[in-house]
């Protein structure tokens, strides 16, 4: 089948002029590819496309279009190539190592959890500054003490750091990453940190998420995908 050329413009510059709402929708579509693949198809069309990733398929066709790809008329999307597309934009192409910062609960489920590594992201090391807590495994990994955060992320070559401390360490937690050299932040502290522009980071508030939940069940509603 005929496939579209990916953009002549498709390095770092194109992927800063695909506009934050559909940068926020490509991992749907992305999970998506995936899984049809693995389930042997070869294409998908736009209607299919956006029925599994939770949006309407005009949205899916004008997404698509800011990475260069147009599908064929009557037969859709190169699942294959389409995957490669968008794991290229989200900068997919190699794993990308992790550590977690903080040996809590929630630290300990996060390094439990296999979906990181199925999509790239491998948990390298976890780090804790309770000395108690350092020696202890999980998961096949040691924990080590925050201090020795700048070695650990030289070793792995760690591009990714998750902060699962409590909100009053987490402005310590995100320092001691960014003097360590990682290139970007996941928070999961209720609480906006003091981070260098130059080091893109996320917060995930849990509760915040959960009252968002509250709203539109209150009211019987339902709750789409990021618009």
Known sequence: MARSNPPANSGPDAASSVPGA?????????QALVELGRDGETTVSSERLAELAGVNAAKVRKDLSYLGSYGTRGVGYDIDFLTKQVSRTLGLTADSAVVIVGFGNLG???????????????????????????????????????????????????????????????????????????????????????IPDSVPWRKVDLATELQILSFYQSRGGTLSHPA
């Open 22 to 30: 559909t940068v926020a929708r490509l991992p749907l579509y992305h």
């Open 108 to 194: 300990q489920a996060l390094a439990r959890y296999s979906g990181f590594a199925e999509r790239g992201f491998p948990i390298a090391a976890i780090v804790d500054i309770d000395q108690s807590k350092v020696g202890s495994t999980i998961e096949d990994l040691p924990v080590q003490h925050l201090d020795d955060l700048p070695a650990i992320v030289a070793e792995h070559g760690i591009a990714v750091g998750v902060i699962a401390t409590p909100l009053s360490a987490a402005q310590n937690a995100a320092d001691a990453l960014v003097a360590a050299g990682v290139q970007s932040i996941l928070s999961f502290a209720p609480s906006n940190l003091d």
